[in-house]
């Protein structure tokens, strides 16, 4: 359990650590200029329904963390930024909260901070759903986000080595929630060969979390001894490439994007590919802990104006006309989408 606790802090130490080595390719992903877009920035409404509920911004603090005394503090802070800008937010996963029942305030404290705030709970595909009941109600959650992870635990020395059940475990929790359940990578991004899996299981949200932002296996790298898995690291599609994977499934599958989104160009670009909304994780927590709370909410407030002066550029009101601004794909993304068969030209025209 010392160890698991430790784990959690380190992951934060060395996420905040990390320098961002590996393109998101956000930069092949560029809007077409309108100049005469027919709009007022006190016009656009950022925002947007989620499970029923109103949500000031499209954007969300992704899952990192609980589960140790440290990173309860940091959830509160989070929760505390969530509730002060309208985010929703995730907690990290909550297996030591059902393990150690002191370990479950690290992430009860979260619904305390924002009591009425739109939250995630967030556990593995390896429980069951009796288990991941029991999650949601530790912080009564809004959804629960079920997050999939097999190369970071193959790099972990004490990871998961059999994944035979996950999609059994998947579906059961699908069936048996009380609440929307969202499948969740944590940075290597889905295809659409995963996302039509994921379909057939009965799974309606996912969040596609890309390569670009957070690496996973750099951070199991930097955590033992012998780097031995350093050559995998750009391992899996950025957000952008997944984002256009999932264009195939964009009325029939609702999904979220998250991984390496750097500034609202990045969010606006995932929004105009058809995302619900857009989460960020280490970018949060780095101001967070550079800089506090306060300025935290205040960067965060300040995205949200710069989004609002973002879609004016672009003539869109709303996040729904973001779907019908023209975009070209390039370079190497372009390359990407010819050989897999996704048509961006469509996208280019619209
Ligand atoms: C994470 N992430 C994560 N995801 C998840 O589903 N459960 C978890 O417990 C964690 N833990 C975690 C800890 C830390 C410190 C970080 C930075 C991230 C992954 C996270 O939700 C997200 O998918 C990726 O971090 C990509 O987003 P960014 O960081 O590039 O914005």
């Given at each position: 359990?010392?160890?698991?606790e430790d784990r959690k802090d380190e992951h934060v130490r060395l996420a905040l650590a990390a320098s961002r080595s590996v393109s998101s390719h956000f930069d092949d992903i560029v809007f077409v200029h309108r100049s005469l877009p027919h709009l007022a920035v006190k016009d656009v409404c950022l925002q947007v329904n989620l499970f029923g509920r109103a949500l000031a911004c499209p954007l969300y603090i992704n899952a990192?963390?609980?589960?140790?005394?440290?990173?309860?503090?940091?959830?509160?802070?989070?929760?505390?930024?969530?509730?002060?800008?309208?985010?929703?937010?995730?907690?990290?996963?909550?297996?030591?909260?059902?393990?150690?029942?002191?370990?479950?305030?690290?992430?009860?404290?979260?619904?305390?901070?924002?009591?009425?705030?739109?939250?995630?709970?967030?556990?593995?595909?390896?429980?069951?759903?009796?288990?991941?009941?029991?999650?949601?109600?530790?912080?009564?959650?809004?959804?629960?986000?079920?997050?999939?992870?097999?190369?970071?635990?193959?790099?972990?020395?004490?990871?998961?080595?059999?994944?035979?059940?996950?999609?059994?475990?998947?579906?059961?929790?699908?069936?048996?929630?009380?609440?929307?359940?969202?499948?969740?990578?944590?940075?290597?991004?889905?295809?659409?060969?995963?996302?039509?899996?994921?379909?057939?299981?009965?799974?309606?949200?996912?969040?596609?979390?890309?390569?670009?932002?957070?690496?996973?296996?750099?951070?199991?790298?930097?955590?033992?001894?012998?780097?031995?898995?350093?050559?995998?690291?750009?391992?899996?599609?950025?957000?952008?490439?997944?984002?256009?994977?999932?264009?195939?499934?964009?009325?029939?599958?609702?999904?979220?994007?998250?991984?390496?989104?750097?500034?609202?160009?990045?969010?606006?670009?995932?929004?105009?590919?058809?995302?619900?909304?857009?989460?960020?994780?280490?970018?949060?927590?780095?101001?967070?802990?550079?800089?506090?709370?306060?300025?935290?909410?205040?960067?965060?407030?300040?995205?949200?104006?710069?989004?609002?002066?973002?879609?004016?550029?672009?003539?869109?009101?709303?996040?729904?006309?973001?779907?019908?601004?023209?975009?070209?794909?390039?370079?190497?993304?372009?390359?990407?989408?010819?050989?897999?068969?996704?048509?961006?030209?469509?996208?280019?025209?619209?």
């Amino acid at each position: 359990d010392q160890q698991r606790e430790d784990r959690k802090d380190e992951h934060v130490r060395l996420a905040l650590a990390a320098s961002r080595s590996v393109s998101s390719h956000f930069d092949d992903i560029v809007f077409v200029h309108r100049s005469l877009p027919h709009l007022a920035v006190k016009d656009v409404c950022l925002q947007v329904n989620l499970f029923g509920r109103a949500l000031a911004c499209p954007l969300y603090i992704n899952a990192m963390t609980g589960g140790s005394q440290k990173t309860g503090s940091i959830n509160e802070a989070l929760a505390t930024i969530a509730s002060a800008t309208g985010m929703a937010m995730a907690v990290g996963s909550q297996h030591a909260g059902l393990r150690k029942e002191e370990l479950a305030s690290t992430y009860r404290v979260v619904r305390k901070a924002n009591p009425k705030g739109v939250i995630f709970a967030n556990v593995g595909a390896d429980v069951s759903a009796d288990t991941a009941l029991k999650v949601i109600d530790m912080i009564e959650a809004d959804a629960l986000q079920i997050h999939v992870n097999v190369p970071q635990e193959l790099v972990m020395p004490e990871g998961e080595r059999d994944f035979s059940e996950w999609l059994q475990h998947i579906e059961d929790m699908v069936k048996r929630m009380n609440v929307p359940v969202i499948v969740k990578e944590v940075g290597f991004g889905m295809s659409k060969e995963t996302l039509h899996t994921l379909m057939s299981l009965g799974v309606q949200y996912v969040d596609i979390s890309g390569r670009g932002g957070t690496n996973f296996i750099g951070i199991e790298n930097r955590r033992r001894a012998q780097k031995e898995y350093s050559y995998i690291s750009t391992w899996g599609q950025t957000t952008a490439i997944a984002l256009l994977e999932a264009q195939a499934y964009r009325t029939r599958l609702t999904y979220f994007a998250s991984g390496g989104v750097r500034h609202p160009l990045d969010m606006t670009k995932c929004l105009a590919l058809g995302a619900k909304a857009v989460g960020i994780a280490s970018p949060v927590l780095r101001v967070l802990q550079e800089q506090g709370v306060e300025q935290a909410v205040e960067v965060m407030l300040q995205w949200q104006e710069q989004l609002k002066v973002l879609w004016t550029m672009l003539g869109a009101k709303n996040s729904e006309e973001l779907l019908t601004c023209p975009i070209v794909v390039m370079n190497e993304v372009k390359e990407w989408c010819d050989v897999r068969q996704i048509d961006v030209t469509e996208l280019a025209q619209r």
